[in-house]
């Protein structure tokens, strides 16, 4: 059960953003400027990548269920993909520049002091920019807050998998500012 | 020197970040506002102790001392404040409420799994309210995020407490984003 009082037709972080509106638009701004807007040399699917893998190492279900399952269609259906970054990302089928950045993404998640200039060095032989490596420390740092959010008031988080994959073609469709639909708890797994 | 090639070295910690990506800088500005200056039951002054402490144990020197110095400034203690919210504040009068909110800040900033039934019966026992808890659990999960950003960055910061009186009070007085 949720530490406070929440809307139970939604999952996750959509609770909280029903729960208090005004801190929903910044925080929600903030991931469709970070994953969804166009990006120089980042695809959608490759920045949500990120989101997935660090919501792995933070073991927040939601947020790494939601984000791979929005991965998986930014990348054009590929769940193999995601499950295999989610699982090692060194073996990945993935870019050496992407296998750099989720490396300097683990670095970040454990603590920001963590990232070595031989870390960036790497990312930029392997041809990340600056941009590239600013954008993968701040989605990093980024889901350091959304999971510890959305795991810190104990939020409603389903195991269903058919429903998070229907949640992430809706927002890999359709972006992160459209409203979200209510889920029937009964239905659900959990 | 920072990992990227800012556009202006010398803005220190998050101002050179902000000022480097403008749109991604917008919503974590709009954040801190909100979080830190909007209307709520808690007085600013208690939001940036919450926000300067997470940052300590986070061990972000530049996010510690300015919000705590902007704590100083909203509740005119004078920048003693800053060395101590690092010892736990022994010597400022707060009530038994934020300590027990600042405890869950605590368990947030290590996981957002740490926070208890317990941790929030005993915020809840001394008067606090459910907005009082959400408000609480986002300003210490937000600066494991503002704190990571900074540090992972690489970006410099003053280091005397002295450097950061006048930055804690345009971000007491004046704002986030407007100066």
């Not at chain 1, 699982?87 to 950045?101: F, G, N, R, V, Y």
């Not at chain 2, 001394?126 to 990571?148: K, P, Q, W």
């Amino acid at each position: 059960m949720p530490h406070i009082n929440l809307p139970s037709e939604f999952p996750g972080i959509r609770s909280l953003f029903m729960f208090r509106p005004e801190t929903a638009k910044p925080l929600n701004e903030l991931v469709q400027t970070m994953l969804h807007n166009p990006h120089p040399s980042l695809s959608a699917g490759e920045r949500e990548l990120i989101a997935a893998y660090v919501s792995g190492l933070n073991t927040c279900k939601y947020c790494c269920n939601i984000h791979g399952a929005i991965a998986k269609h930014q990348l054009g259906n590929d769940g193999d993909t995601v499950k295999q970054v989610l699982a090692d990302p060194e073996t990945a089928p993935i870019s050496d520049k992407m296998k750099a950045l989720l490396k300097i993404a683990a670095q970040v998640q454990s603590g920001g002091k963590n990232v070595t200039p031989a870390d960036i060095e790497l990312a930029r032989s392997e041809g990340a920019s600056d941009v590239d490596i600013h954008d993968t420390v701040l989605i990093a740092a980024a889901f350091c807050m959304y999971n510890r959010y959305v795991d810190g008031l104990a939020t409603w988080q389903p195991d269903d998998e058919a429903l998070y994959d229907k949640m992430g073609e809706q927002r890999a469709r359709e972006g992160y500012h459209t409203p979200p639909f209510k889920v029937n708890r009964e239905e659900t797994v959990s | 020197m920072a990992h990227i090639k800012l556009n202006n070295e010398e803005l220190p910690g998050i101002v050179g970040l902000l000022n480097y990506r403008p749109d991604t800088g917008k919503a974590l500005t709009d954040l801190a506002e909100v979080l830190l200056r909007g209307p709520s039951t808690l007085s600013s002054g208690e939001r940036e102790i919450i926000a300067a402490s997470v940052s300590y144990w986070n061990g972000c020197h530049f996010c510690h001392t300015s919000h705590a110095a902007a704590a100083a400034a909203h509740l005119e203690t004078g920048i003693t404040l800053i060395d101590d919210i690092k010892a736990g504040l022994p010597n400022t009068p707060v009530s038994d409420k934020l300590r027990a909110l600042l405890h869950i800040a605590h368990q947030v900033q290590r996981n957002g799994k740490n926070v208890t039934t317990e941790d929030i019966k005993w915020a809840r026992d001394l008067g606090a309210t459910d907005l009082e808890i959400h408000d609480t659990v986002l300003i210490a999960a937000a600066f494991c995020m503002y704190n990571r950003y900074v540090d992972g960055l690489g970006t410099w910061a003053p280091g005397p407490n002295e450097a950061y009186t006048e930055m804690g009070e345009r971000m007491a007085h004046v704002g986030y984003g407007k100066f």
